[in-house]
């Protein structure tokens, strides 16, 4: 969840600051549209949907395993789901509204910041360096090497 709300930060900013979104976004919801697909298809991380996979199951370009009325429920579940986390975005970053507009303000002036730049900028992260590669170790993505990834171009339509 985390992950998809800052992957729809840049569009959150966009509404915030100019109150229109542009194309620039498109990787990004590309991203956040794959990654709510799976929570719900694949890994079952849905109450609504239970705990059902359809990976692999769809092989056949016409045949779904699923029905009609379970295809709609996914594809609603899949907006609730990335509109929660554009709405979680913006309500960061309109509490944050100073922050967003220093760190723009700099990129004007400085095309690359670093971590230094951030920290001295908007100050250091609010957890332990620690506790975030610690979080980040659970939650890590299957290895490529691991037979149990996903490939996007395979997930349910």
Same mark, same amino acid.
């Not at 705990?51 to 429920?73: C, I, Q």
């Not at 250091?124 to 620690?130: L, M």
């Given at each position: ?12 900013a ?22 709510? &697909? $799976?929570?719900?298809s694949?890994?079952g @991380?849905? !109450?609504? /949907?239970? %705990?059902v996979s ?10 779904k395993? &699923? $029905? ?5 429920? @996914?594809? !609603?579940e /899949?907006? %609730? ?14 509490e ?6 220093l ?55």
């Amino acid at each position: 969840m985390d992950r998809m709300c800052m992957t729809m930060g840049g569009r959150a900013a966009e509404r915030i600051v100019f109150d229109k979104i542009s194309t620039g976004a498109q990787n990004d919801l590309d991203q956040v549209t794959r990654m709510a &697909y $799976s929570m719900i298809s694949v890994f079952g @991380m849905n !109450d609504k /949907v239970g %705990n059902v996979s359809f990976y692999g199951l769809s092989s056949d370009s016409y045949h779904k395993p &699923y $029905s009609d009325e379970t295809a709609r429920l @996914m594809d !609603d579940e /899949v907006r %609730n789901l990335i509109d929660s986390q554009y709405q979680r975005a913006k309500n960061l970053l309109t509490e944050k509204r100073h922050e967003l507009n220093l760190l723009a303000q700099t990129l004007l002036e400085k095309e690359v910041l670093h971590k230094s730049d951030l920290e001295r900028l908007i100050g250091k992260r609010p957890f332990a360096e620690e506790e975030r590669f610690e979080h980040a170790h659970v939650a890590e993505a299957p290895k490529e090497s691991d037979n149990t990834s996903v490939e996007p171009e395979s997930l349910p339509a």
